[in-house]
Structure formats: structure tokens, C-alpha cells
């Protein structure tokens, strides 16, 4: 996995090129976001050994197999890891892919079952250190984001991508379709797309792509191509 140090607390794991897991630097050691795919665990602590600390908390953006790969490798060798995921996301997490009232999308998938039970459910607004949690559906059902409130970092998982460019959860793009394809909800994705560039964020950190410093120029045309696409007016814009 090749490491990239992107602000003075975020560092940013890659795999293959394209799979992204990140270290943010806590006071205590790190909180992991996301796990990435599996077989990662050895190099996600080596790197946050030789960064001075270790993996104290692994909080989930959501329960794709790509984000959680590991997660089953990380905890069970290190019990005293906390694992903290969305509220709506831990049913899903746990192998329950059924809807609740109220909601309905494309055909879930992507999805890979972990047995182990999260520490901490997380509602939006939580903090898991400096790090607080914005619920963002619409990639899936329960999808999170994390706003590290210390410099304004935003660690959108799959809300946006930057592979072709700065584009948001269930926008479709013929020579890139799969934020499309993989995405549960557009019409969530594209009113989540809004939330999270409404908290101007100093940089925009993704699980597929590089990280965006000053994004917010882009997130605004990213929205409003998300909106587009899903026929819909985006409600007071800013």
C-alpha cells in the first residue's frame, strides 16, 4: 500500500491504485476510517508504526466489501481497537440487507457480511474524536462521512469519487459508469452530495481517487451534476 501524507494529521493508504483507507492522527494514536480491501491489515499497522502510534479506533464510511476487507484481520489480533459504524449501517454490516420503511433503491450490492459487532453505533453529529460523522446515504442506505472539525478535512468515502474527476455517488459517466452502478439511491446520493459541500470543506479525501485540496469549486459542479441526473432541484443551494 502506498502511503501519501495529505494534511498534517490525514494520511491516506492506497491499494492497487484506486482503494483508498485512511490514518488520522488522534492525540491517543490513530483512527482508521475504512479497511480496504483484504490482506491489508499487516501493512495498515506497519504504516502506523513506523508513523510513531498504532490503530487505536477503525471507524466505517459503509459495508462495502472494498472498506472492510480487513476489518475481520485488524480486530482479531487487536480486541482493544474500537470499531465505530453508522447506526443504519451496522444491519448491513452484519448481513441484513432488507429496507426499511420508507426506503427504496437499486438492488443492494457489493455488500460483504462481517461477524463482528461494532463498539459504537454512530447517528449523525456523533464525534469519534476529532472526527464527526455525517450522515450521507444514498451510495448506501447508511453511508457516512467524517468531517475532521480540528482543519476541515472531509473523508467523504464513497459519497464522491476523483477518479475521472470530482464526481458524486450514482452519477453516471459511459467511460466511467461504476459510481452509478454501485450506488443504492441516486436521488439521496445527489441531496448528500449538497450536505457534505455544504460544509466547504478545506479537502476532500475519497475512497476511490486522489485527495481534492480547495474542492469546493468542484463539489458545487459535482452537485449539480447529481442533481441533473436525478431529475431533481436541489433544495435551498447555497
Known sequence: MRLVQETSN??????????????VREDDGFTLVDTGLPGSAPTILAHARR???????????????????????????????????GTREAPLLAGDHSLKPGESGKKLRGFMRVDTRPTRTLC???????????????HTPGH?????????????????????????????????????????????????AAKLRNLKPSCVAVGHGRTIISPLELMNRAVELAFLQAGKTERNPN
Not at 490525514?10 to 490514518?23: P, Q, Y
Not at 480540528?150 to 477518479?163: H, I, K, P, V, Y
Open 10 to 23: 490525514l494520511f491516506r493508504l492506497t491499494r492497487f491504485g484506486m482503494i483508498n483507507c485512511f490514518l
Open 51 to 85: 508513523l510513531g502510534s498504532q490503530v487505536r479506533r477503525i471507524a466505517l464510511t459503509h459495508a462495502h466489501w472494498d472498506h472492510v476487507g480487513s476489518l475481520h484481520a485488524l480486530l482479531k489480533n487487536n480486541p482493544a481497537i474500537e470499531l465505530s459504524v
Open 124 to 138: 449523525d453529529g456523533d464525534r469519534i474524536g476529532s472526527l464527526q460523522s455525517i450522515f450521507s446515504p444514498g
Open 144 to 192: 457516512v462521512a467524517y468531517f475532521d472539525v480540528r482543519d476541515g478535512s472531509l473523508l467523504a468515502g464513497d459519497a464522491f469519487n476523483t477518479q475521472i474527476g470530482l464526481v458524486a455517488a450514482g452519477v453516471f459517466k459511459p467511460h466511467f459508469p461504476f459510481p452509478a452502478w454501485f450506488s443504492w439511491n441516486r436521488f439521496l446520493a445527489a441531496e448528500s
